[in-house]
């Protein structure tokens, strides 16, 4: 009988156990990003980390890997599908890689202005999400990173003087490696954690970035000259594994989800502004810019759209290609002609 009672009571110890809450675990979560520690993208990142600490007493924790310690951004996507990452803040060239409809928000020369960005990603956005929880990932925020810029070491203002010179294209994205190769481009892919190194050896005399991201990480020491093109927008997200956003007890997930939207909402206004005060740091320093009349500009946007077509299937999935095009035209037909655009 007495064998029977301590049975008993180590059945209902266990019992007792499975019954407790969800939030009586512990969910630790592992992020990885390239953000340099201190710049504005980690910033917002530990107000999440607070953010959440507090949702949840302390039982959802955050560790954040910045600065690309854990390799570039294709490579923390893979440490994320083998379980060695949880999470990632990364750029719209990262996300191309897991879903390749964000790249329809990346289009180069489509957009003049993040009002009609924002415009476009808004609508957008929800079907995104869908694919890339598809693709086994829960979007926490949209980001940006500015609008990308060509820094060479040697001034060129034409397509064709840029075909003659190294341009870096992101590594692990043999889709763009492809397409600049088609269209005549002398591309190196390399991990954006090696561009000092390699404009420092000569591997290459372009790299394309938001300058906001060139000052923090002083490219234009060296790639000196800046075309004043706004190329395209560099969009951005955090995103964790579902599998790892589903172990969070559900009372929890939606005040973390609206914690982390509000804190990428707070980071867009910020990464706006010091995207525009970047340009006359570096201009302080030594940066050139190289200007683009309108003439110029023409000619870039007459070979750039020329090009459409077959960025339309191959870059970006035609659907979204043309969904993000229709929305862009609505967004102009509904605006003003003397429509205000937003500086670098």
């Not at 923390?76 to 409809?101: C, D, F, K, N, Y």
């Not at 570096?282 to 020329?306: F, N, S, Y």
């Amino acid at each position: 009988m007495r064998g029977r009672s301590i049975l008993r009571v180590l059945l209902g110890l266990i019992l007792l156990a499975a019954a407790q809450p969800a939030s009586s675990q512990v969910v630790k979560i592992k992020m990885g990003t390239l953000a340099p520690e201190g710049s504005p993208w980690h910033d917002v990142l530990l107000q999440i980390r607070e953010d959440w600490r507090v949702i949840s007493g302390g039982k959802v924790t955050l560790r954040i890997y910045p600065g690309g310690v854990l390799g570039d951004e294709k490579d923390m996507i893979r440490r994320v599908r083998i379980r060695q990452l949880h999470a990632v803040a990364i750029t719209g060239s990262g996300l191309a890689t897991i879903e390749p409809a964000i790249s329809a928000l990346q289009v180069p020369l489509m957009f003049d202005s993040y009002e009609e960005l924002d415009y476009v990603r808004e609508r957008l956005a929800p079907k995104l999400e869908d694919l890339l929880e598809a693709k086994g990932f829960k979007v926490l925020n949209w980001g940006d990173a500015g609008w990308v810029h060509f820094f060479s070491k040697q001034p060129f203002s034409t397509l064709d003087e840029l075909r003659g010179l190294k341009l870096l294209t992101a590594a692990g994205d043999p889709r763009t490696e492809a397409l600049y190769k088609d269209f005549g481009f002398n591309v190196v892919p390399l991990a954006y954690t090696d561009v000092l190194t390699s404009l420092q050896t000569g591997m290459i005399d372009v790299v394309q970035g938001p300058p906001l991201y060139a000052l923090i990480e002083q490219w234009f020491g060296l790639a000196s000259h800046m075309v004043e093109l706004r190329w395209a927008p560099l969009v951005g997200a955090t995103l964790v594994r579902r599998e790892t956003w589903d172990r969070i007890p559900p009372e929890w997930q939606g005040p973390m989800l609206d914690a982390a939207r509000s804190a990428g909402d707070r980071l867009r206004e910020d990464i706006r502004r010091l995207g525009e005060e970047s340009v006359p740091e570096m201009q302080k320093r030594g940066l050139a810019i190289v200007p683009i009349d309108e003439k110029r500009l023409a000619e870039w946007r007459a070979e750039t759209l020329a090009a459409y077509p077959k960025l339309r299937g191959t870059y970006a999935p035609a659907e979204m290609f043309d969904e993000a095009l229709r929305l862009r035209d609505e967004y102009r037909a509904a605006r003003p002609p003397q429509q205000k655009v937003t500086p670098p």
